[in-house]
Nanobody, 122 residues
């Protein structure tokens, strides 16, 4: 499966953005999709994940209550709605997919998108 992430940009502190991750392939509903981010000088970290059916979601503590992950399997797309953004949310955001596995570990995802940059100004 190939993934294309988009929707990043420059936003002010407290603002909102919605990221999209569009996947190729015909069995998208069998893939869990995770969102990860990497800030300059830091390791890639978990943000959110959603199971193939969309029935299970998990979030990093730092984004709980501010970010919502959702998916539209008919459109082969996963979304990350980000609200109340903070400067510390500034990072390159990546989506990743793995068949059947529902996990928060980046090491367990095989397929990765190219990343989209989110910059939150103070």
């Amino acid at each position: 499966v190939q993934l294309q992430a988009s929707g990043g940009g420059l936003v002010q502190d407290g603002g909102s953005l919605r990221l999209s991750c569009v996947a190729s392939g015909r069995t998208f509903s069998t893939y869990s999709v995770g969102w990860f981010r990497q800030a300059p000088g830091k390791e890639r970290g978990f943000v959110a994940t959603i199971s193939g059916s969309g029935g299970n979601m998990a979030y990093a503590d730092s984004v709980k209550g501010r970010f919502v992950v959702s998916r539209d399997n008919a459109a082969n797309t996963v979304y990350l709605q980000m609200k109340t953004l903070k400067p510390e949310d500034t990072a390159v955001y990546y989506c990743a997919a793995e068949k059947w596995v529902y996990t928060t570990s980046p090491d367990e995802y095989t397929y990765w998108g190219q990343g989209t940059l989110v910059t939150v100004s103070s």
